[in-house]
């Protein structure tokens, strides 16, 4: 109720449409509270922003309204288990098949994983090219891994997403 979901995603998706300053300021305060919980919060905020600043009018009617409601939680997957954070090391891969893209990979340390009901995922659609995908979390072909053991972080799990041919 308080726009948590969509702190600087634009009024049409939803949002509040406020800044990166406001943002953190909202995470901040929130942070005295729940560090986990402000964290998480910071992580589907961007998910959302990323679809409403870069996504086409489909995706922005499919996602924005829901991901500002809360009515689907969201989890951006980067992190890889031998790359890190490097985009451009990462092995995650999407071939193009057609007009679908067929995923096979693997990301670690996701925020939400296992609850998020969309994911934001960064793969390899070349060698040298890193794109950003929306995957709905009940793919076929799509494992979530164990709860990470965190310290201080229990309001949120975080684990390993596995893409095995998902299409």
């Known amino acids: 109720d308080l726009g948590f979901s969509a702190i600087y995603t634009s009024e049409a998706g939803g949002g509040s449409g406020l800044g990166r300053l406001e943002a953190s300021l909202i995470f901040e305060a929130l942070s005295y509270g729940c560090a986990a919980t402000s964290a998480y919060l910071s992580i589907h905020n961007m998910v959302n922003w990323m679809i409403d600043s870069f996504g086409n009018a489909e995706q922005k009617v499919e996602w924005c309204q829901r991901l500002s409601a809360f009515e689907l939680m969201s989890s951006y997957c980067l992190t890889e288990p031998n790359s890190g954070a490097d985009a451009l090391s990462m092995k995650t891969f999407a071939k193009k098949v057609g007009s679908d893209y067929v995923i096979n990979g693997s990301k670690c340390f996701i925020t939400g994983g296992p609850t998020s009901g969309v994911y934001l995922l960064m793969c390899k659609t070349s060698e040298k090219d890193v794109s950003t995908i929306i995957v709905p979390s009940d793919l076929k072909g799509i494992t979530k ?19 095995e041919d998902v299409v």
């Open 145 to 163: 891994g164990k709860n990470e053991d965190k310290m201080g972080w229990k309001s949120h799990p975080t684990s390993t997403i596995t893409f």
